[in-house]
Antibody
């Protein structure tokens, strides 16, 4: 059974960077497509980016282009999400999630079937 | 960019049927999925590929998708179903979420 174990809460100052980790257990990181989603207090889910199984590349949401970097350490089955130039609006819970996909009747379908417990990132001076 | 629109809130009496809509341009031509999120918890997948339930999700949860609207239906809603629900689709290599619907069970 796949589990995603995220790193602990972080408190950062505006302008700093934060790096959140997500360790995969029960599976191999290279065989899955990892994505990152965040949720600001009282708000909805916001997709940040992840591995596109169609193109074989990491795709970032336009909103975070230039500020986010998603990497993987296959030797430890750990995925990382680094967000730079932090501002107060980046205060949120950050989730890693496994994207699964399939093909049926001429179209692909995608869904996130395993989620980490989330990492709270607080940006405050 | 592609957008998915959900009603902010839906109320239902316990035991009745709750329906939550998710609208997007030609959404019925692609696949949608749904997540349930309770306070302080991570989202949980309840419907994928428009209509399929993951293992462990009760049969009272069902989904449909046609035209411009995907719908999550909860038949015989229970108090434990009170939560936020988010729809999700895939558009041009990006994941798109709806804004979420808070389901209140009266």
């Amino acid at each position: 059974q796949v589990q995603l174990v995220q790193s602990g809460a972080e408190v950062e100052k505006p302008g700093a960077s934060v790096k959140v980790s997500c360790k995969v257990s029960g599976y191999t990181l290279t065989k899955l497509s990892m994505h990152w989603v965040r949720q600001a207090p009282g708000e909805g889910l916001e997709w940040m980016g992840g591995f596109d199984p169609e193109d074989g590349e990491t795709v970032y949401a336009q909103k975070f282009q230039g500020r986010v970097t998603m990497t993987e350490d296959t030797s430890t089955d750990t995925a990382y999400m680094q967000l730079s130039s932090l501002r107060s609006e980046d205060t949120a819970v950050y989730y890693c999630a496994k994207l699964s996909s399939g093909y049926y009747q001429g179209g692909y379908y995608y869904y996130m079937d395993v989620w980490g417990k989330g990492t709270t990132v607080t940006v405050s001076s | 960019s592609y957008e998915l629109t959900q009603p902010p809130s839906v109320s239902v009496s316990a035991g009745q049927t709750a329906t939550i809509s998710c609208s997007g341009d030609k959404l019925g031509e692609q696949y949608a999925c749904w997540y349930q999120q309770k306070p302080g918890q991570s989202p949980v997948l309840v419907i994928y590929q428009d209509t399929k339930r993951p293992s462990g999700i009760p049969e009272r949860f069902s989904g449909s998708n046609s035209g411009n609207t995907a719908t999550l239906t909860i038949t015989g809603t229970q108090a434990m179903d009170e939560a936020d629900y988010f729809c999700q689709a895939w558009d041009s290599s990006t994941v798109v979420f709806g804004g979420g619907t808070k389901l209140t069970v009266l």
